[in-house]
């Protein structure tokens, strides 16, 4: 009865062995699916034209940047905000050439959080003696509470004592 009760065991044992394989598989191909699909919806709300903005320029004429997925995977950002006539300008300008430009490209960290890598050059004629700051590296854009844009964390001007707000809004 003791080799009977144990053969049933390992046969049982070995039977459901498969099953729990399969099913595991199931669960990680499931996990699988829905971390791409939520990366898909993410993506299609990254891609496309964005209105950015640079406090110094302006709030009320925006600029844009244009985030498309090349085909090779890598999803670019391109754009920039130009000064309007001094007269039309929130701020007090003396000059009408000032600028922000960005090149480079994105990583999806999430919804709320990119990563930016590239160049990031501004001109504005209050800051650096109105020559252009450079800036290349890696920049995280990251959307808080209730905004709808993602704002670059790393705020300090590296060349003059300011803190610059660089935001990427979300698509209408």
């Known amino acids: 009865m003791k080799k009977f009760l144990l053969s049933l065991l390992i046969l049982l044992t070995v039977a459901s062995v498969p099953a729990s394989i399969e099913a595991k598989k199931k669960v990680r191909r499931t996990a699988k699916t ?17 209105m950015l903005s640079l406090q110094w320029l302006s709030w009320k004429y925006f600029g844009y940047v244009n985030i498309t997925k090349q085909p090779d995977g890598t999803i670019t950002c391109r754009g920039e905000q130009l000064a309007r006539n001094c007269k039309d300008a929130d ?7 000032d600028y922000i430009k960005l090149d480079g490209v994105i ?14 050059r501004q001109k504005i004629y209050h800051i650096n003696n109105g020559e252009e700051v450079l800036r290349k590296g ?8 209730n905004r709808k844009y993602w704002r670059m964390q790393e705020m300090e001007n590296p060349v003059d004592e300011c803190v610059d707000y660089i935001d990427i809004y979300f698509k209408r």
Do not use: W
Request: one cysteine or more; hydrophobic letters at 35%; glycine letters at 6%.
């Open 107 to 120: 990583d999806i960290v999430d919804a709320s959080h990119l990563i930016f890598v590239g160049e990031i």
């Open 91 to 97: 701020n007090d300008c003396k000059t009408n050439d």
């Open 34 to 50: 829905e971390k791409y699909a939520y990366l898909n919806d993410v993506e299609r709300k990254v891609q496309g034209k964005h």
């Open 138 to 145: 890696t920049f995280n854009f990251v959307a808080t509470g």
